[in-house]
């Protein structure tokens, strides 16, 4: 097993830096033949396979041959002609010899599941979080976080849509740091916390598409902290990285088991959310299990909040659980 060295952290910031920007120009261009249903209905495209190849395959030349969980494997792109070649177009565009026989090897490297307490490193990378958004021009963001034994200890996120276009990264115990895509000096990422004036509004994300039910849960969700609520709309991992930024204050992903309850759904914001300063928990105030493999099968939510409003969130949180007969994931364990 290769042992990573934590200076080598930039060198995986600057990955992510090159991969984000690399996305930014394509999205320009996307084709409609680049765009795929996956089996469960999901989108993906052309550009998630380029950038999950690229990244893996760059991150294998610097750190060495680290197991992956990544979100893309052969089957996301597989069956549609059109959509495989303008991935290897994409490939050769950036700088990557990459033909069918080392595309299928790096997708498939990023299939490691199982519990991940035992593994001394393992990268967590979705290439986009949002891929919804992508193609809508809505939010949407490059992931990658690193686990040591079921513990993140990196994160670095592409935000192309937020404060201007910014790769947001931290490391366990260092804080966390914007850093613009085009180039320029870092800023200490902080969450404000400062508790709410009175009558002052909370700022609750919704997703982009939120039903009318959404919309009145997250009001409801947002009111109980006696303060009324403004929604902020956004999805993936960019709706903690509002809070990180100031434009809101609680983003939240409740139980399920469709999209949204994967590990590269969350893993990276979890740590860059805590080292900027955020509250980050379970329904309960407990930590959130990231060392079960693929799924987020012990947590019932990931919340996320400023202004000292997360315990009050959660408690919400859980007596909706309790209201809606839904038992524990914890205590189910």
């Known amino acids: 097993m290769p042992s990573i060295d934590h200076d080598d952290f930039d060198l995986a910031c600057e990955i992510m830096q090159d991969a984000t920007n690399f996305a930014v120009a394509a999205r320009r261009e996307l084709p409609p033949e680049a765009i795929v249903q996956k089996s469960d209905g999901s989108l993906v495209t ?3 396979v380029a950038l999950q190849v690229l990244i893996l395959s760059r991150l294998e030349e610097i750190f060495g041959a680290v197991p992956a969980i990544a979100e893309e ?5 597989g069956g549609h002609p059109a959509a495989e070649a303008h991935c290897l177009g994409l490939l050769r565009e950036w700088g990557l010899a990459a033909g069918e026989t080392l595309m299928e090897r790096v997708l498939a490297s990023g299939g490691l599941d199982g519990p991940t307490g035992g593994v001394d490193y393992v990268w967590i990378l979705d290439p986009i979080d949002g891929t919804q958004g992508f193609i809508d021009g809505d ?13 993140v200890v990196f994160a670095a996120n592409g935000h192309p ?8 990264s931290a490391a366990k115990g260092e804080g966390a ?55 902020v709309h956004s999805d993936s991992q960019a ?5 990180i930024a100031g434009a809101a204050d609680v983003a939240f992903s409740r139980r399920g088991s469709g999209p949204g309850k994967y590990i ?12 900027a300063g955020a509250w980050v928990g379970d329904t309960d105030g407990g930590d959130i299990d990231l060392s079960l493999g693929r799924r987020l099968g012990a947590s019932n939510a990931v919340i996320c909040a400023a202004r000292g409003l997360g315990p009050s969130i959660a408690h919400t949180l859980a ?15």
């Open 319 to 333: 007596q909706r659980d309790i209201a809606e007969g839904f038992a524990s994931a914890r205590s189910a364990r």
């Open 239 to 243: 709706k903690y990285a509002h809070v």
């Open 177 to 231: 740091f914007w850093f613009p895509l085009d180039g320029g000096e870092f800023i200490d990422a902080e969450v404000s916390q400062a508790p709410l004036t009175a009558g002052e509004p909370v700022r609750v994300v919704a997703p982009a598409r939120a039903t009318p039910a959404q919309v009145r849960a997250r009001m409801s969700i947002g009111e109980s902290t006696g303060h009324p609520c403004t929604l």
């Open 73 to 77: 494997d052969l089957r996301s792109i």
């Open 46 to 48: 052309s550009v998630d």
């Open 264 to 275: 590269w759904d969350h893993a990276g914001a979890i740590l860059l959310a805590r080292e």
């Open 161 to 168: 849509t937020i404060l201007g276009g910014m790769l947001l």
């Open 139 to 151: 939010h949407w963001c490059p992931c990658l976080a690193l686990l040591r034994r079921g513990e």
